[in-house]
């Protein structure tokens, strides 16, 4: 399978996935391969833990299921503090692994894994549980400030909680990135929605590629519940991408979370990525977020929602550079 997916030979049991150039495209094709000869059910993510076909090979001899602690180290770094990034609705802190590879820091970098990505513990349905989770886990590795936090999509109001949360503790949070992050439409003013609504019907109308009525135009315009409040299926994939039962579990529960958390105001910088081409998000951030922080800074990054973590990767790795250059010196 390495061989294949990887297009080298030979490979030794001891050769890294990551130094072969593996990236998380090939990691969950590898996996999803993984289910389907060796009847073994197990996510993506697996791989930073087990890089080498060795340890990769010894985990699927374990009859036991492996639980994933909720920190995973992404890039290793001989400088304080760390760096926390928090995963977006999948779950998975694969999604940044192009990100990481390009980011230059001295900082150590940690993702943020999701509970029940392992398909052992159910996974939280409430912002707020998710932040107290990592907390607990970030605590445990740095017991003080300043803290440094990165959160993509979903993760962006994860770590907004954190951040909030550390705050009123008296803790220093020296750098809080939020990665085109929003909440749920339901919280958005009702003329963000109708922008949000009135894009979404256009870019129905412009796939079917043809001139609607007057009627299917008005229907577009007016969506039912279930539409217009969107739903996890509303976050697109790749095409590619099949998920595993507890990988779905976690993303059904994320998106419950998300419909669930109304942020509150953050006595403190945001600095916000947001990407150029807008997809089911609102246009201009700081009409969202202006209100919601002390001080708030928005960048932007081409691509759109996805395309900034998997296409622009490098362009945004550069930019979270000058965030933590600028945040810690």
Known sequence: ????????????????????????????????????????????????????????AALLEDPATPRFPPLVLLKAG??????????????????????????????????????????????????????????????????????VLVGFSLGGLVTLEMAQRLVASGEKVALLAMLDSYPHASYLSLAQQA???????????????TSPSREALSRLFRPSRRRRMGSAASYQLPAEVSLSPAQQHVRDSAYCALTRYQPRFYPGKIRFVRAAIPTYWPADPAAVWSHLAQEFVVDTIPGDHLGIMTTHFDELAAMLSRYLREALG
Not at 1 to 20: A, K, T, Y
Not at 106 to 132: K, L, N, T, Y
């Open 1 to 56: 399978m390495w061989q294949r997916l990887l297009q080298h030979s030979p490979i030794g049991v001891e050769d890294n996935f990551f130094d072969l150039g593996g990236d998380s495209a090939l990691a969950l094709q590898l996996f999803n391969e993984i289910a389907q000869v060796c009847g073994r059910e197990m996510p993506p993510v697996m791989i930073y833990h087990a890089p080498t076909i060795a340890a990769l």
């Open 78 to 147: 001989d400088q304080e503090p760390p760096v926390f990034l928090t995963h977006g609705l999948g779950g998975s802190v694969i999604d940044f692994y192009q990100v990481v590879k390009h980011l230059q820091t001295p900082h150590a970098i940690h993702g943020m894994q999701s509970r029940g990505i392992d398909g052992v513990d159910a996974p939280f349905d409430r912002i707020e549980d998710m932040a107290e989770f990592y907390l607990e886990a970030v605590r445990d590795l740095q017991p003080h400030g300043p803290y």
């Open 195 to 209: 922008r949000l609504k009135a894009r979404s019907a256009w870019r129905r109308v412009a796939a079917v590629g």
